[in-house]
């Protein structure tokens, strides 16, 4: 579970077009938003009906847990978050 991390997100986008003038003068918009919501692989749910159980991220640190410790992810990123274009 070295590798793994938990991720889920939500994309909405919607374009409009419309034509401003005659057939070839156009006008065009769009909006986006994406929600990213990022955490550490859930071991208890991958563990479930399982004889041989997998070590907790506190026993056994993954890439996830070792980037946020060294700092490479900051605090205000590592549990994702919104963003509007």
Known sequence: ??????????????DFEGKLSGDHL???????????????????????????KLPSVNDMPGLFERYQALGLVSANEANGGGLIL
């Not at 579970?1 to 919607?14: A, I, L, S, T, V």
């Open 1 to 14: 579970m070295f590798y793994n991390f938990e991720r889920n997100q939500f994309r909405f986008k919607n």
């Open 26 to 52: 156009k006008w065009s918009a769009g909006f986006a938003f994406n929600d990213f919501d990022i955490s550490s692989v859930n071991i208890d749910q991958l563990n479930k009906g399982k004889s041989v």
